[in-house]
């Protein structure tokens, strides 16, 4: 008894300070980063979400099977340290129960079902990870690029943990020393094959299994705190400290210090963006701690499944990595080299990293620069090979911001705005971006809008319309309820026009009053702030915040109503203009559609004959950022048409490849975005039996994706009967048949 009682406390008191020693090191690392002072507001919402995400794992169980066993594992670990409870208080007295609870069959049931629902659960994980084998699937396995050697040993050691559980509780059920004598059905039925050892062979049999069953927890806390997987225990917080509701639609405002950078008065000391791997927040290093590897962004990524570099598991794992690399010269003391000091070119920095290379841009810059040396901490955190970045510019710049990794990720990590401030260091301060995005900044700056037209033919949509468009003249009379925000593409596209004009026609149709600005209308900086440029960003979103505080001077919250066709304006204007004191009530075209047709103020009639399939692409910033899905849903329903929903759709939709101003950049590396997405709409409308048919969009610029996508397929022969239309548009036709009808 003392021999076991001296080795468990020794084993303990060796492990808590080997690993006491690591969790001062990362939180000291953590605690490095610049300060997030909205991550600890709001205690009472961030306990309520630790409750539900966590305790919940509902994030983990947006994917049915490895959800529900990742489900039963987290469980095990809760329920299971009553056990570890049990074993510590047999070291002291054999016989040892839980005080009050510690006889209670139940107790006993609930400790050996979960642990059996864990040992299944890792039967399930090992063959999620067997079937999913980068090694046979290459970048098709979402685990590609992740440590799945540490992640085998984890699930070794769970095991460990399990049978080793097994056996003591069963030896000590067999010696009479077990706190239960029923309710614990498994260790009991263990037990009985002890059956036949003597009392003191069996007192050595449980003094075994007590120690292994400790030393391979104390041996699980050290490969865990010393590895990859510390998330085990960073994750509850990451998740505790996120963005609320979540990381996606607005982006936040720049900070330096944890404080609101002042674009008119800039501070001297102000850090723009995220330029090297202490400018992140100790948020942002967090998330990096807490990637679990598991490869759920990845798998959905857009750039990714074209066969860009960009992998958003892969960029949260470098920079990590980089951190973990240069956390001595960061926080021991080590002496950082000078700026420029190394020659990465000449120093040979592997511009591609083993296995992570594909049209030779590395995936896995961190790997071209080894260990934790000087050269590491000297490395630029964005570069090229020959420059030694961390992060490779094509890697940064295949983002489109479409939010898919967020949506997915488990543990909340918020990729978008890692990659965002990344930008913005790049454009801000080291005025490197891709060459195409120096149109675009000058003709939003010049001209207030991407393509560099002149603001008097911002009307121009309207010509073919039989009914007046009313601009707004000064004074916004009682009875317009709403401004119609057209948007520079509503303006200026083609195909955009035909969408703002019927809804114009739609709104109209249903007695609606509204006005637009015309020409006072400016872009509202959406694509200038994905792509880094937040000073343009600020200019152009204060001149819009002026302008519409303007309008709607006077007017009481609730009745400063916008309406727009282009998600990316409501997202801007709606949730990223209150930054600015622009507090508005702005709804995209479906939704106020959907109202009226609701109230019976548009009548819409299906054709006799079902004409064709529809099938609907989510565009991201309506359906992932802003969590609209029903309504343009709805209204393709009312108009009588057929939805057939493509594989992809919803929160896991797959971006049309325009977002994150990636419509105004060339496409250079892999299959293009547009055309993965047409070729998954027609195949769907295929599937649905049509020879025509019509991919429905709710946003000017998946338009405009989806049908060079289409000219595309059609010149090679498909998709010949086949329509990209607006939502609004198919209402148009089937409200006009109900007029029809009527007549
Ligand atoms: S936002 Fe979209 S494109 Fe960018 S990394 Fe995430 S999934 Fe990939
Ligand atoms: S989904 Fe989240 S936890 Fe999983 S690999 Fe991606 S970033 Fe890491």
Redesign the pocket.
Known sequence: MVVRLVIGLLMTVVVVAFVGRRAWAIYSLIRSGQPAPDRSQDLPRRLRTQLVEVFGQTRLLKWSVPGLAHFFTFWAFVILLTVYIEAYGALFVPDFAIPLIGHWPALGFLQDTIAVLCLLSLGVFAVIRIRNAPERKERASRFYGSHTGGAWLILFMIFNVLWTLFFFRAASSALGTFPYTSGAWASIGLGNLFTGLSEPALEVVESVGLLLHIGVMLAFLIIVAYSKHLHIFVAPINVSAKRFPKALGPLPVMTSGGKPIDFEDPGEDDVFGRGKIEDFTWKGMLDMA?????????SQCPAWNTGKPLS??LV?MDLRDHLMAKAPYLIGGKQMPEEGAIDFAAAGADGAAEGHDRHGVPESGFERVRGSGPDQAARPLVGTAEQGGVIDPDVLWSCTTCGA?VE????D?E?VDHIVDMRRHQVLIESEFPSELGALFRNLENKGNPWGQNARNRMDWTKKLGFDVHIFDGELAPEVEYLFWIGCAGAFDDGAQKTVQATAELLHRAGVNYVVLGPEETCTGDPARRSGNEFLFQMLAQQNVEVLNGVFEGREPGTRKIVTTCPHCLNTLGREYPQLDGHYEVVHHTQLLNKLVREGKLVPVAAPEPESSVTYHDPCYLGRHNEIYEDPRALVGAAGAHLSEMPRHADRSMCCGAGGARMWMEERIGQRVNVNRTTEALDTLEGAGGEQGTIAVGCPFCRTMLTDGLTQAQGQGTGENVQVQDVSQLLLAAVKRGADSSA
């Open positions: 807490t990637c679990t590897e598991c490869g759920r962004c990845q958003p598991k949260i990794c997915q990720c488990p543990v990590i990729h």
